[in-house]
């Protein structure tokens, strides 16, 4: 029996995943780090679309760029339907702490208690570029114990050790001071008022970008945690931390920023969304207008639809495209009316699309991981909002 | 056809019969129906053509004889003119004689010309097609040029690609764009129910209506699968008709009689 850490039902040996709550189950007998690594990744492989970008060494991505979108697998966050527990976007935020001694010697093995944890765990990653070394330092900046080899600081995502241009991580890298794992971290720096804190596909914290009042620049070579993003235009965005606020505005970027919607949304046409790694766009589907000399263009007559649902499918390109009708229309993977049965990332049903009032609103149904409606016009945001940029999911926090 | 319309019930009969099929009727002389209006001489010389409005449920409406070289058709011009049809515009089509054979010329129309097939038919890319009260568009999907990234470097995300062969497009009236159907495969069937695409809601449309195939070279077919009311065609060029032809402008369906 396993008894699942989350919700305390027991679950047989072989379940993966809990039968009560669909966490991850991890096997009560510590089993040797190394292997219990292996499989809980090949689970994790098996399980989530390849996610290059907020995965894997940035110095691995820059020498490789133009292979990653071929290998991309859409956006690296969240749960699989086989993976359904949404805790992380629960977890308190916890960069200064030190890991505990558990989270470290589980290693990546022993992710999912990372993740329920609330500990960022700076062992998951997938690269594999990580010399297998019981070496750590701790960052300059925020005092986290990171593994040697690593190029950037998993809970700040400042870049750790000089490296050469363009090359991987040093394997043989020496620490330059070695320092008993748990030992008094060093007292941080200014703390800013405002942070960037990059989800990672599993759920967990993969690094945080400072904010300072003011305007921040976001963009590709703007930080360690944008740099590998080839999503990410140069200047994709402005975040103004004021004293209301943090102010978010497009700088006319490819991709554009996406934010995780709370309530129900009011819709105009030509906004787009993303749920899953699905990209949407909505458009108004307007009354037949007569042309100048009094013909009507002809066409199936409209059956009462009032708007369209296009999948965009690449730039200036549409796929498959799907009237609005009726009172509302439920966006999922399994059930309503409009179904992406092969996204992993869309819930059983995710989203609806509904006219009342003469508008058009878009509302989360309680999906796991979220509908993203990409910013019209700049727009002020509360702490632990979500957004998406480029590939890569971010919560912005300030105080 | 040679009928005439039973005065009481509507239905078509044949010329020599004395009683309506449909409703028993006695068919005392054969009066033509009132809705007839010829141009001309009731008889016409060989080889002229007429052509029939159809207007649904078998009744024939006016019919046209065709006897001048050209017979302009259009909302406000010619003479065979339908000032009630908006998708008509107002100088629309031309029936022409050319060598002894009536021929259908689109006269630059907003809508065009639609002519029923009476065999499968291959379609250029972006092909116009009437099925019942669906106006349908194909589209080969265009090659996969692969991740492209913009002059700043950056790669455009896009909803994940799923290969498809071709694009089905129904055209809404007002030219707005209501479905599109990507087809992975190289066939779609469309009808009522039970196809590829179905229109449930069409009553003009057969349970099993046409199919378009892709062959290898990327050629696509259209075929008709024996539906009752038949798939139409846009034409690109000018056309020889035929006796038994149908053709569609704007909302008109007519019938082509070559005597």
């Not at chain 2, 004395?18 to 009727?25: A, I, L």
Request: proline content about 9%; charged content about 20%; glycine content about 12%.
């Amino acid at each position: 029996m396993i008894t699942c850490n989350r919700c305390g039902k027991e679950n047989q040996d072989h379940y993966k995943f809990c039968l009560g709550c669909g966490s991850e189950l991890v096997k009560p007998a510590p089993a040797p780090a190394v292997e219990s690594s292996d499989a809980s990744m090949e689970t994790a492989r098996t399980v989530l679309p390849p996610a290059p970008m907020a995965a894997t060494m940035a110095g691995e991505l820059r020498t490789s760029s133009p292979a990653v979108p071929k290998a991309r697998g859409g956006i690296p966050w969240g749960d699989s339907p086989k993976m359904p527990a949404p805790i992380p976007f629960q977890l308190p935020p916890n960069p200064l702490a030190g890991p505990s001694a558990g989270t470290r010697s589980t290693s990546g093995g022993a992710s999912a208690v990372g993740a329920l944890g609330g500990t960022p765990g700076p062992l998951r990653v997938t690269g594999g570029a990580a010399p297998a070394s019981a070496g750590e330092i701790p960052c300059p900046t925020c005092g986290k114990m990171v593994q040697i080899g690593f190029a950037f600081c998993g809970g700040c995502g400042t870049r750790i050790a000089k490296q050469p241009s363009g090359a991987s991580p040093a394997v043989g890298g020496p620490p330059r001071t070695m320092f008993m794992a748990g030992s008094a971290a060093p007292a941080p720096v200014a703390i800013p008022r405002g942070r960037l804190i990059l989800i990672r596909p599993d759920g967990t914290e993969g690094g945080a970008h400072p904010l300072h009042d003011g305007e921040n620049l976001i963009g590709r070579g703007q930080g360690p945690l944008f740099d590998a993003d080839a999503y990410l235009s140069p200047r994709h965005a402005e975040l103004s931390l004021g004293p209301n606020g943090v102010n978010i505005r497009d700088l006319q970027s490819l991709n554009g920023i996406f934010l995780k919607i709370g309530e129900e949304e009011p819709l105009e046409s030509g906004d787009i969304f993303r749920i899953g790694q699905e990209l949407l766009r909505f458009e108004v589907i307007s009354p037949p207008q007569p042309l100048e000399d009094g013909t009507e263009v002809m066409g199936t007559p409209n059956p009462g639809f009032w708007g369209r649902l296009s999948v965009i499918v690449g730039r200036d390109v549409d796929g498959s495209a799907f009237p609005l009708f009726g009172e509302s229309i439920v966006l999922g993977r399994e059930r309503g009316d409009i179904l992406f049965p092969e996204d992993g990332y869309v819930s059983g049903t995710h989203t609806r699309i509904s006219l009342h009032d003469d508008r058009v609103f878009l509302s989360d149904l309680g999906s796991s991981n979220g509908t993203f409606l990409r910013l019209r016009q700049e727009r002020t945001v509360a702490t632990g909002s979500f957004m998406l940029m480029g590939q890569q999911l971010f919560r912005l926090e300030f105080r | 056809m040679s009928g005439k319309l039973c005065p009481t019930c509507g239905a078509e009969v044949p010329a020599d019969n004395r009683f309506c099929g449909s409703c028993g009727n006695k068919i005392d002389a054969p009066s033509a129906p009132a809705k007839t209006m010829f141009f001309g001489a009731s008889q016409q010389p060989p080889g002229r053509a007429k052509l029939t409005v159809i207007k649904g449920e078998g009744v024939d409406g006016v019919t046209y004889l065709l006897n001048a070289t050209e017979h302009l058709a259009g909302r406000n011009e010619g003479a065979i003119m339908f000032p009630e049809d908006p998708l008509l515009s107002p100088r629309h089509a031309n029936f022409v004689y050319r060598d002894g054979k009536l021929h259908v010329v689109d006269e630059g129309s907003v809508n065009g010309v639609f002519i029923r097939i009476k065999a499968p038919v291959s379609l250029a890319p972006g092909a116009l097609f009437l099925i019942g009260e669906q106006l349908l568009q194909i589209d080969p999907s265009p090659p996969d040029l692969g991740p492209q990234p913009d002059s700043e470097g950056t790669y455009f995300y896009a909803s994940p690609k799923r290969p498809s062969k071709m694009k089905l497009i129904q055209r809404l009236r007002g030219g707005e764009v209501g479905m599109i159907y990507r087809s992975r495969s190289d066939t779609i069937s469309i009808g009522r129910e039970g196809n590829d695409v179905n229109f449930l809601d069409d009553p003009f449309i057969s349970g099993r209506h046409a199919q378009i195939t892709m062959n290898a070279e990327g050629l696509i077919t259209l075929t008709d699968l024996g539906s009752k009311n038949g798939t139409f065609v846009r034409i690109n060029d000018d056309l020889a008709l035929d006796h038994g032809d149908h053709v569609f402008l704007g909302q008109q369906l007519l019938r082509v009689e070559v005597t």
